[in-house]
């Protein structure tokens, strides 16, 4: 199957454009994992061919050399395993390169070994804590320098993936896997835990809102104290998320999740990756940022994030902002009928023609009822509330603005609500 390598410019001067021509990988049957190895890249090109270099200069593609293909030892899949490049073949097994190694000489290779069963070709592998994890239909095993291997948890065997091949990159000392039952956090020794935002989910939600219980997860990026994912909530559906989640009070599995934007994909039954370039040039020559990418149709889409590679810009960071847009709260289920008396919101850097408009959908109700008029200007502004033993409450938040021009983006600092018990 032919598969193209792009390239992109980052540089300031040329942002966000495609550069001249295209590399072309021609007899793959299925596209695998490149790696990084001795400050080159390398790319996979199957069973019985050796990996190919691609050297990487200024300019358009014709200036890049990527090394011819050549018959030799190849795998499906590479990756490093303290410093040493590895490779797994479908039919063959796994196999090591020597310390400093040259990938093209065969001789350079150790033999190969099985990581459970050698015709099972992996959908992942990743480095951690000196071993290579390996994401099969079997389940997830490891191996070390020595070539021993071992299936260390075998309970995906019994939900495989539906992708041909899964990002797992590492976090916080473990693995993420998006798998069909949620996003996975696995720390060797442990039991994986589920940390996405379906494993918040309380049930159905009312009409109207976003279901995440029937989802799953697509690309994943991970990136100092921020996850990046593609979420596709409808399996049937080209309409994702680009999610982000983080960490609250620095617990690996007590995540923040936020809905940051939407894209689309080509097609509802392919995956869709994400990737951060930390070094990218957006907005200055003089300024560089992490910036997210994927896919979105048959285009490219493109994310401009915080020096921390969180959704966080700066009031400095001045931008155009979106003039309507509208989110959702989590649900909360209260341990006794409440009454609620009080909406409190408290909100800055409003220009004229912003408006936030609060609503709320409660007890299972089918109608979302407004909280009087939209909150305008700065500061505090409050509205009285009559909901009378009230259980379940999900606020929505609407945005309406008329600026197009580049600003301080309005936000809202807090909201609070207020009641007492119905007993």
Sequence with gaps: TPCALEKIAVINSDFPTLESGSHTLTSLL??????????????????????????????????????????????????????????????????????????????????????????????????LSNLSFVLTV????????????????EDFRSWRNFFDNTPMPAWKGGLLIPHPTGLLWYTPGELPISIGVDSKSQGIPPPGVTELTNGRYMGVHATGEYIWAIFQPDINSTAVQIQCGYPQSGQPTELIWQVVATTTLNDAQH????????????????????????????????LILDA???????????????????AYMSEIIFPEPMDLTKIVVYTQDMADGDEWQLSAFYDDEDIEVNFGTPFIGNGKDERNLDLKRIT??????????????NRVPPTIKKIELFGRSSR
């Design 30 to 127: 299925k596209p695998g994992q490149p790696t990084r190895y001795q400050a080159f890249w390398w790319l996979p090109t199957g069973a019985s061919k050796d990996p190919r270099k691609l050297t990487v200069a200024a300019g358009d593609v014709s200036a890049d050399t990527l090394a011819a293909e050549t018959s030799g030892q190849g795998g499906d899949h590479l990756g490093t395993l303290n410093g040493q490049m590895v490779e797994g073949a479908d039919g063959s097994g796994y196999a090591i390169l020597i310390v400093d190694g040259t990938p093209t000489t065969d001789s350079d290779w150790g033999s190969y070994f099985p990581v459970g069963d050698k015709n099972e070709r992996p959908a992942a592998m990743s480095g």
């Design 271 to 302: 995956l869709l990756g994400c990737f951060v370039s930390v070094q990218g040039q957006p907005l200055s020559t003089t300024y560089s940022t992490p910036v997210l990418w994927c896919g979105d149709g048959v285009d490219l889409a493109y």
């Design 392 to 405: 379940r409450f999900m606020l929505h938040v609407k945005w309406v603005a008329t600026s197009t021009s």
């Design 138 to 153: 079997e389940g997830l095993s490891s191996f070390n320098s020595k070539g021993r291997s071992g299936l260390v948890f």
């Design 308 to 326: 921390r590679a969180g959704p966080f810009r700066s009031r400095a960071d001045i931008h155009k902002v979106n003039v309507a847009a509208d």
